[in-house]
């Protein structure tokens, strides 16, 4: 199962449809060394500025971030998938949200699943951003990105 940056740029190209990699001629800022304002990408301090545009676009960190991993439930709700998460932490009753608003809580054992019509794609992990991750891509996979 892939983690970290990988995970997120599965998403990326089989659920967003997004090309990692593609060139990026996103705005360079500056944040503790370059960074684009557009995507992920970031360079250390002394890098060749001329250089950076363009650059590989990097993806959000879609399976660590709740905000960005909500990018992935809205699309996903654009193609016709609801979506429940299912927070369970030891002590406290459980948690489900159904189609759940602007912020994830990322804490404790999570089940996402997003369902359309009779099917559904499931997953869990130990935060919501990587179960919806992880989930979107077994709804991507069922042929409904
Ligand atoms: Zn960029």
Redesign the pocket.
Known sequence: MATGRDLDRRVAARVLGRRPGAP???EIGWDYGYA??????TWSPDADRAALT?????PPPYSTDAGAAWEVVDHLQAAGWGLVLALAEPGLPLEVAVVAGPTIRGVGPVLAVFHRGARHAQAGAATAPLAICRAALEAAASGAG
């Not at 684009?36 to 990408?41: P, T």
């Open positions: 990026c001629d996103g684009c304002l557009r995507c992920e990408a363009p650059h590989p676009w990097e």
